[in-house]
T-cell receptor
Framework: AQKVTQAQTEISVVEKEDVTLDCVYE???????LFWYKQPPSGELVFLIR??????QNEISGRYSWNFQKSTSSFNFTITASQVVDSAVYFC???????????????FGKGTKLSVKP | KAGVTQTPRYLIKTRGQQVTLSCSPI?????VSWYQQTPGQGLQFLFE???????NKGNFPGRFSGRQFSNSRSEMNVSTLELGDSALYLC???????????FGQGTRLTVV
């Protein structure tokens, strides 16, 4: 069965601290995609990254970086030098199905609420 | 470029009524997906439409239905509303479904 677990319900940090959001997934498929989304208070989900199961290279985008490890079924997200604007709920998601990269059938984790205090 | 537009933003309905929510995708996007977000269950996939055909369906009762029009706009309908249907309903569009998806701000439905 497919499942995404984000064990951290809430995290609170002080500005400029680094913070890592954990994501563990379960799937029987060999081809799958993993995603991270940010949900600010306004409600819409903002796409951050998509990674397919064959690409285990870590990715860095500005202050954001992602560590994908198939051996531990984890896809963790690190924010370096956090800022108040990073405060939001972050969701990790998994996609399987006939269009492996489809974002039309995402399985979401419960989300991690990040609060960055000045 | 206009984003994904969901209407209405807020809705209050009574148990037993039915409701229709609308989603206008980004121009050129042919895939539209719907999600339900509640504090208890989190984000759950409802269904995906691509070129007017339902391509994927989540695990929801038949009271939840949807459709997509030739201009890619989509509607979802919930009949015989229950208190537990109170949620934020999010719509996402993408060009083909396997490209980056953009979400609307959602419709917050309250059933009383």
């Amino acid at each position: 069965a497919q499942k995404v677990t984000q064990a951290q319900t809430e995290i609170s940090v002080v500005e400029k601290e680094d913070v890592t959001l954990d994501c563990v997934y379960e799937t029987r498929d060999t081809t799958y995609y993993l995603f991270w989304y940010k949900q600010p208070p306004s409600g819409e989900l903002v796409f951050l990254i998509r990674r397919n199961s064959f690409d285990e290279q870590n990715e860095i985008s500005g202050r954001y970086s992602w560590n994908f490890q198939k051996s531990t079924s984890s896809f963790n997200f690190t924010i370096t030098a956090s800022q108040v604007v990073d405060s939001a709920v972050y969701f990790c998601a998994l996609s399987e199905g006939f269009t492996g990269g489809s974002q039309g059938n995402l399985i979401f984790g419960k989300g991690t609420k990040l609060s960055v205090k000045p | 470029k206009a984003g994904v537009t969901q209407t209405p933003r807020y809705l209050i309905k009574t148990r037993g009524q039915q409701v229709t929510l609308s989603c206008s995708p980004i121009s050129g996007h042919r895939s539209v997906s719907w999600y339900q977000q509640t504090p208890g269950q989190g984000l759950q996939f409802l269904f995906e439409y691509f070129s007017e055909t339902q391509r994927n369906k989540g695990n929801f009762p038949g009271r939840f239905s949807g459709r997509q029009f030739s201009n890619s706009r989509s509607e979802m309908n919930v009949s015989t509303l229950e208190l537990g249907d109170s949620a934020l309903y999010l719509c996402a569009s993408s060009v083909t479904g396997d490209t980056e998806a953009f979400f609307g701000q959602g419709t917050r439905l309250t059933v009383v």
